[in-house]
């Protein structure tokens, strides 16, 4: 007996199976996973650290995903919609070893390298459990919930859930904090994320010509956050969006900054990325319909109170860059105000995109307001030819030059 159970089982899910949690599916992305362990795998680029990139490759079929593990190590895998699978009508490895061929780039890194021979699979449907948490237990992992892994967010999302609720049972144990809030929070958060993640995936796929019907659900996506959209403007709302709803320390959806989404935008679109920002020139806090609550920070074990601004479902830290930003707007500022006070905070320019990106941010979900005065110079934002994380694949043309 114990005081309290986790279930860190993974898709195991013991302790939720034996108390017959219900699980639901919010995506219509059911796809199949393929992959085999390869030794001695060429890299296309080192890294400080003796480190490399993950590549990722599409296909007129699906993904293509290179993984490396360690030096001589790496996972190569092959995603498909499981529709579309079955109506290929082929094996497994008859699948994999296809997607090996088709990629010229992948075939040539494994010219000399070794596979296992062991093509294993897994269905790759992205799930949510109803509830995370009871009197005396809760659910980590993939356990609690799981998001397509397309962008490898699933280590992350482990982690960073059981580091949160190690926290959580730390903070339960001193006694000083109140335990519902504790746990609501937290598996809000959780929640908050893995959906958010399975958006992402939702964009991200849509892409790829197997999966154009996702553009329509799009528009389902955008409806539940209470905006009336055509499956256009939802397919670019849910490409660009949500950052704030991610991760409330910093403004970023699935890992990636808003510079980083937004130029992914681009480049399966074609068209130049859209910045609210670039169009006005006068922003004020919107305080419309807003409530103020708080929100966890997780910190060395810790779980502190911080101020946040509530609207529906959409939480506003008052912390941090957010807050930051929402304390320089609360009045209507300028634009040349505010490229000023970025300029003297952030001297370095990775300081000055985040503020940027958060401003942007704030916009895009409604807690700034923007106009134009045709007499003041606006912002003229633009990613150029990408930024340090997301650009066209230089490793490939390294390859072929």
Do not use: C
């Not at 490396?68 to 919609?81: E, F, M, Q, Y």
Request: charged residues 25%; without cysteine; negative net charge.
């Amino acid at each position: 007996t114990a005081k309290r159970y986790i279930d860190a089982s993974g898709r195991h899910a013991i302790l939720r199976r034996a108390l017959d949690i219900e699980i639901e599916q919010p995506t219509q992305l059911q796809n199949v996973a393929f992959w085999d362990y390869w030794d001695n795998a060429k890299w296309a680029v080192e890294l400080a650290g003796e480190g490399t990139r993950v590549s990722v490759v599409s296909l007129p079929y699906g993904w293509r995903v290179f993984i490396p593990i360690s030096k001589t190590r790496a996972s190569v895998g092959l995603v498909i919609p499981k529709d579309h699978y079955k109506q290929m009508k082929l094996k497994p490895e008859e699948v994999y070893k296809m997607a090996l061929a088709d990629d010229p780039l992948i075939s040539s890194r494994l010219s000399e390298a070794t596979a296992d021979g062991n093509v294993q699979g897994v269905n790759d449907w992205s799930f949510l459990s109803s509830r995370m948490y009871g009197e005396n237990w809760a659910l980590v992992g993939e356990s609690a919930g799981f998001a397509d892994p397309v962008l490898a967010a699933g280590l992350t999302l482990t982690q960073v859930g059981a580091s949160e609720l190690a926290a959580v049972l730390n903070e339960e144990a001193i006694g000083e904090a109140d335990k519902d809030w504790l746990f609501e929070s937290w598996e809000a958060l959780q929640v908050r994320r893995v959906r958010q993640h399975i958006q992402f995936a939702e964009f991200w796929y849509s892409g790829n010509g197997q999966f154009s019907d996702l553009r329509e659900f799009t528009q389902k996506i955008a409806a539940d956050s209470g905006l009336d959209m055509t499956p256009e403007e939802a397919f670019r709302w849910l490409g660009t969006g949500g950052f704030i709803n991610d991760d409330l320390g910093t403004a970023q959806v699935a890992t990636y900054s808003v510079a980083g989404v937004k130029l992914l935008s681009r480049m399966f679109s074609g068209e130049k990325e859209d910045w609210l920002i670039n169009k006005y020139n006068q922003f004020q806090l919107n305080t419309k319909g807003i409530e103020r609550v708080e929100y966890p920070i997780y910190d060395n074990g810790r779980v502190i109170r911080q101020p946040a601004l509530k609207r529906g479902e959409k939480l506003l830290p008052m912390a941090g860059m957010f807050g930051m930003i929402a304390g320089l707007v609360k009045s209507r500022t300028k634009m040349k105000q505010l490229h000023a006070q970025f300029m003297a905070r952030f001297p370095d320019d990775a300081g000055y995109v985040r503020a940027i990106e958060t401003l942007e941010a704030m916009v895009q979900e409604g807690w700034v307001t923007g106009t134009r005065d045709k007499k003041e110079p606006t912002f003229d934002v633009f990613l150029g030819e990408g930024t340090d994380t997301i650009h066209v694949n230089r490793d490939a043309f390294l390859d072929q030059r």
